[in-house]
């Protein structure tokens, strides 16, 4: 897709492929998205946005869009045929209302125009604490749920129910639908009543067995006062009074008839037509501001799993200094030294090893060698008198370093014959057995002896 | 956008310093660790970052092991009478031939050093202090720049933190950090970076940043991950079978629901290993009571249960089938009699359909399956523990975690209200043939539950 293309995707669209792409994730595992991850963090911004921008690429990869744009469509008609049908029930309203006995009773003609309404606005209202969107909303949803029930459409409806849930934006949205059906059912039902008011003559009436024709009065004056106020006729007093079924005045007077007329009209326009189109603006206006405040719920698991992917917290930088080849380790000639008696030095010991430990009279102690000043003189010593015999304690729990070997390479190299011992750890201590190996590795590599075990007999007698 | 801090990050061989390196970036695979010694010779860097934004650039350097030669070498490099200025006595030393032989991997130390703003020097701090450390020490003071001892391993009950923070001291290195890269303490990063900041107060602004991304990113994660287990819980809570009564019947009914009930926890298993950013194929998962990332354990035996901590009736601690009716114990399911009051129930309020469809069903012999309460808190206890073990677990442990039974008493008795709720909605589990998951109601149960879930966990 170009690049054109994608810019046509409002945000709206974008948090709603994002959502199907998270819901089919959620409930069928992650996707192959290491190309849609690269361009999403190619294209920067924020968390957010890039996870928009994966999901994005995503959808485009496997046709959501043009799903997205197919549901859309069906949307479309379905709402077509809601404003036919809403079209069609203002007629029949209408028509309800003036056809059927003459005269026409007033209060049944008002109740059927507007007793159907003003039932389903206190169920919206009621409604209102849910999801909102009433019988209307539902009925649309679920018709183009029918429709697209099969493949990617299967997955976007349920996505775009989500998102408008997680958003607050179901009721407004419903509401737009629901408000926008029942101005259209009443703006068709007053063109009706207009139509049929205009080429026929209707006489009204009112009749009761109840109640006093004082009730009527008022009643009929308190719902007629308000669309008074904008200029319909309101019937007076007497004119009221004289309408009732057996007096006829609303049928045999021209003037009364046409304060009649006019009452009905007032009072659909203002407790039908008005309240409708100020909810419709309302929604439209909430719808506005929620979408405006549609933010993506980046600790949702789905996104939060994205985050190291899309986000890094860390990136390698590569190498910068690269390691040179191992080099051979440079075996130094061992000079051949006769030398004189046997010596035991150690290296690198600590308080767990006490030290040192009971000697033979032949065997000198040339104590611990840690320092560079003790190494140093105990590598002149050495020079100056070496030993036949040179036992190098160390304490293999130790890591081997260069810098150690060396000295025991150098130490070795200064007597006849040299062993390391590998000193035991005291029982308490942990004990990490690789390490003994790599000790042993290491010296072997240097042609040095080793042993576990006090190399007394040895240092005494040149033999164990 | 300013210059991100650069630390090089040096030691002695073998003191973890890759280790520190993957734990602050979260990355098992970083580098390569082993505990042979001089495992990096070569230097690598890593940016920690904000919102795709640089913050910090640490280098993994390698091991310093012959510092004694190296600081006799130097001793000769300097003219009697001459002042010691470290950098001058080092630049001289890395243009000479030695630095490019005998010293090479110590040259890289020090190159690297010198071109970062500090340096985090890394101890073993259950190593004795020998002279040889003190050497080290002296010769990257030389370089000239702020030096940052940082304790590893203080975790280890045999470490000498104590003697290392008194030799450092007489070397004039009083600020000392403590961070243990295996098992960092919950807020280790934080008083890394806190103590950085003091220190170094250029960064400062930087670093409380990275402090705070930080945070929000691990209090993210942990919500995301409770919210998993939630949906695990829900899925396997709601789950519905209906099977005839032959046994033959439930007895393959019973094998195919756990092999489902089984793969779903793997797949809550595999979120919340990428949600803690380890991977299967990483070796460090290997050590977890996983093995290729899968558990080791099976969820269905009692044994598990038991070291669970989860109290299981007789029938099912026996793993054999109990007697037969309603309450028919079958391995680790239960046909429970509130089970299928709690189904009619539910079908009541969804469509008369459904009632009566699970009427008919009744009536003619066919039973409901689904998944004991003891298996839920199992598998609640479970993945609890493995988020628990995650959390607490730097990117370059390499030792196993073990799974002991809990301490407190969550989910001793009593399930959360809402797997009860779920009980009545087999269209709330994922593993329904026809699940309708983005109801609100069931939306709202998985959120009070991954509440739940979180409150066990702080």
């Known amino acids: 897709m170009t690049p054109s293309a994608n810019q046509a995707i409002s945000p709206f669209d974008r948090h709603w492929l994002a959502e199907t792409v998270r819901l089919s994730e959620g409930h069928g595992g992650p996707r192959e998205d290491s190309e849609a991850n690269r361009q999403a963090r190619a294209a920067g911004g924020s968390f957010e946005t890039r996870v928009l921008t994966r999901a994005e690429r995503l959808a485009e990869r496997d046709g959501l869009v043009g799903a997205l744009e197919q549901w859309r469509q069906s949307a479309g008609v379905m709402l077509l045929a809601l404003g036919l049908l809403a079209i069609l029930l203002g007629g029949t309203l209408a028509g309800a209302a003036l056809e059927g006995e003459q005269p026409v009773n007033v209060f049944w003609a008002l109740g059927s125009l507007l007793g159907v309404h003003l039932l389903a606005l206190l169920v919206w209202t009621v409604t209102l604490a849910g999801t909102g969107g009433g019988a209307v909303g539902r009925l649309w949803l679920w018709l183009v749920g029918r429709i697209s029930r099969h493949g990617h459409g299967a997955r976007l409806g349920p996505a775009l129910w989500s998102l408008l849930q997680r958003a607050g934006l179901t009721r407004w949205g419903l509401g737009i639908v629901v408000h926008a059906f029942w101005l259209l059912a009443l703006l068709s039902a007053l063109a009706t009543l207009l139509a049929m008011l205009s080429a026929r003559r209707y006489g009204f009436a009112w009749e009761t067995t109840l109640l006093t024709p004082e009730a009527f009065v008022t009643l009929t004056r308190a719902i007629g006062g308000l669309p008074s106020l904008l200029g319909f006729p309101l019937p007076d007093v007497d004119t009221v009074r004289a309408s009732n079924l057996d007096q006829g005045a609303g049928v045999a007077n021209e003037a009364a008839r046409q304060a009649w007329a006019g009452w009905l009209l007032g009072s659909l326009v203002v407790y039908g ?47 910068s200094d690269p390691a040179e080849p191992e080099g051979i380790a440079a075996h130094a000639e061992r000079p051949h030294i006769a030398g004189q008696g046997a010596m035991l030095v ?119 | 956008m300013t210059e991100p801090l650069r630390l090089a990050v040096v030691g002695h061989t073998n003191v973890g310093k890759t280790s520190f390196l993957r734990t602050l970036m979260r990355d098992a695979a970083f580098g390569e660790v082993s505990s042979r010694a001089s495992t990096t010779r070569h230097v690598e860097g890593a940016s920690l970052q904000i919102e795709g934004q640089p913050a910090l650039e640490l280098f993994d350097t390698p091991g310093l092991e012959d510092a004694m030669s190296l600081l006799d070498y130097l001793e000769q490099l300097r003219r009697p009478g001459e002042r010691c200025d470290g950098p001058a006595l080092l630049t001289e030393f890395l243009r000479g031939t030695e630095a490019q032989h005998r010293f ?82 919950v807020d280790g990063e934080k008083r890394l970076y806190q103590s950085l900041a003091l220190m170094l107060p250029d960064a400062g602004p930087t670093l409380e940043r990275l402090i705070v991304d930080r945070e929000a990113q691990a209090a993210a994660r942990r919500r995301s991950a409770c919210r998993l287990i939630a949906e695990l819980l829900i899925d396997v809570a709601a ?35 990428r949600l803690y950013g380890f991977r299967q194929e990483d070796a460090v998962t290997g050590e977890l009571p996983l093995a290729d990332g899968r558990w080791q354990d099976d969820l269905f035996h009692p044994e598990t249960l038991k070291q669970l901590g989860v109290r299981v009736g007789g029938g099912l601690a026996a793993g054999t089938a109990a007697g037969a009716g309603l309450d028919l114990m079958v391995g680790g399911i239960t046909l429970g009699a509130g089970t299928i009051l709690g189904g009619l129930a539910g079908g009541v309020s969804r469509a008369g359909r459904q009632f009566s469809v699970r009427l008919l069903g009744k009536l003619r012999g066919a039973r409901q399956l689904s998944v004991d309460d003891a298996i839920l808190a199992a598998l609640a206890l479970r993945q609890r523990q493995l988020l628990r073990a995650l959390e607490a677990r730097g990117h370059a442990a390499q030792q196993p975690v073990s799974l002991n039974a809990p301490k407190d008493d969550w989910l001793r008795g009593k399930l959360p209200p809402p797997l009860a709720t779920a009980r009545a909605h087999p269209e709330w589990s994922s593993l329904d043939e026809r699940p309708d998951l983005e109801q609100a109601n069931r939306q709202a149960q998985v959120g009070a539950l991954a509440e739940e879930i979180k409150g066990s966990v702080d």
């Not at chain 1, 409708?276 to 929604?283: G, H, M, T, V």
Request: hydrophobic residues 45%; aromatic residues 6%; glycine residues 4%.
């Open chain 2, 239 to 273: 789950l519905r079978q209906r099977v005839a009564a032959e046994p033959e019947a439930v007895e393959q009914a019973v094998g195919a629901m756990r092999r489902r009930v089984r793969e779903r926890e793997q797949q809550c298993t595999d979120a919340l290993l």
């Open chain 1, 273 to 319: 037509i008005v309240p409708r189109a100020l909810l419709l603006a309302a929604c439209a206006w909430g719808w506005q501001r929620q979408l405006g405040a549609l933010t993506l719920d980046a600790t949702l698991p789905e996104y939060a799993i994205l985050r190291d992917r899309l986000v890094p917290a860390s990136t390698p930088l590569g190498v």
């Open chain 2, 104 to 185: 090479a991997q110590e040259t890289k130390v020090l190159r690297r050093l010198l071109a970062s703003d500090a340096g985090l020097y890394v101890i073993d701090a259950r190593e004795s202090v020998l002279p040889k450390y003190l050497d080290e020490s002296q010769i990257l003071s030389l370089c000239g720049k702020p030096l940052f001892p940082v304790l590893n391993f203080v975790a280890s009950s045999d470490n000498r933190a104590e003697e290392w923070r008194e030799a450092m001291a007489r070397r004039g290195l009083h600020a000392l950090l403590s961070f243990d890269s295996v098992a960092p303490p």
């Open chain 1, 346 to 464: 150690a290296v690198e010991l600590d308080e767990r090893h006490p030290w040192p430990p009971a000697l033979p009279k032949q065997v000198t102690d040339a104590g611990v060698a840690d320092t560079r000043a003790q190494r140093q003189q105990l590598l002149e010593r050495l020079t100056q008198s070496p030993p036949a015999r040179l036992a190098i304690a160390c304490d293999p729990m130790r890591s081997v370093d260069r810098g150690t070997l060396r000295l025991i390479g150098e130490l070795a190299r200064l007597a006849g014959a040299a062993r390391v011992w590998l000193l035991t750890s005291p029982p308490d201590v942990f004990v990490d057995e690789s390490r003994w190996a790599q000790w042993r590795e290491a010296l072997s590599e240097l042609s040095i002896e080793t042993t576990e075990s006090a190399p007394m007999t040895w240092l005494e007698h040149g033999h164990d």
